[in-house]
């Protein structure tokens, strides 16, 4: 029995939530992006389907649509072994079909014990990595005279778009050269870096690097604990900075296009 739902209540959310996290306690969870951040911080899916019921579902998927023309299907499996996942999945290819959705992609979290299962009728195949990589502050502090720039000024102020948040230039005679966005993490012991873009007359100066030393710099000077941050492998040239600068993998989350056979 195949049952969907468009929206779920927030009593809803909470009795999933739970039944997802005794699922993973058992190795029960296949794939899950849906359970990323706190509880009541779940991104909200466009559509939801249940193997079973809405009450006692053997499975569940959903699908989150970030734009028009794409999806990407999340799932976890309560029941392990019960042959729920190739049901969930084609309901789901074909919901993204009906609404004329190009490219699907499934999110792969180590977390959760995700492994690409072998369905029927379903094919998967890797697009790109989205790694989630950290480093001590104190670390990036000591490596602030090694990529230092001369003659600049690093300013802050509170981001008037995201609230909470706070953007960080970096000045050369007055001309922004790169800026970022720091949000506090930790009660501001830690961070996390966002938006981090160099303005085009100052690419391949070092800038990027010199921000994000000297951000470290300031937060190791009042005790701060790590800064952490999001790439995508598609992104090249900030994968490469992050590492030269000796940010580490602390999760990597693995995109597959999945299609009906």
């Not at 690409?116 to 379903?122: D, K, Q």
């Not at 870096?193 to 100066?205: C, W």
């Not at 470290?216 to 090249?236: D, F, I, P």
């Amino acid at each position: 029995m195949l049952t969907m739902a468009k929206r779920l209540s927030r009593w809803e959310k909470r009795r999933l939530y739970r039944k997802i996290e005794e699922g993973k306690s058992r190795g029960g969870v296949s794939a899950s992006l849906f359970l990323e951040g706190e509880m009541n911080a779940l991104p909200e899916a466009d559509c939801f389907f249940f193997c079973g019921t809405r009450l006692n579902p053997k499975g569940m998927l959903s699908v989150f649509f970030p734009n028009e023309k794409q999806a990407e299907i999340t799932v976890a499996e309560f029941v392990p072994g019960a042959g729920v996942m190739s049901v969930l999945f084609r309901a789901a290819l074909r919901e993204c079909h009906r609404v004329f959705v190009e490219d699907v992609y499934t999110v792969a979290d180590p977390a959760f014990g995700f492994s690409i299962p072998n369905l029927c009728g379903v094919s998967f195949s890797y697009a790109w990595s989205e790694y989630m990589l950290r480093k001590d502050v104190a670390a990036l502090a000591d490596a602030a005279a090694a990529y230092a720039v001369s003659d600049v000024e690093l300013r802050k102020e509170p981001d008037r778009v995201m609230a909470g948040t706070v953007r960080y230039c970096l000045l050369k005679q007055g001309q922004k050269t790169a800026e970022c966005r720091i949000l506090p993490l930790d009660g501001g012991k830690g961070c996390y870096l966002f938006d981090l873009k160099t303005e085009e007359p100052f690419l391949r100066q070092g800038m990027a690097a010199g921000l994000i030393t000297e951000i470290g710099k300031e937060y190791a000077g009042r005790g701060g604990t790590s800064m952490r941050l999001q790439v995508s492998s598609e992104n090249k040239p900030a994968f490469s900075l992050y590492r030269k600068l000796g940010f580490e993998t602390s999760e990597e989350r693995m995109y597959y296009k999945t299609e009906e056979n």
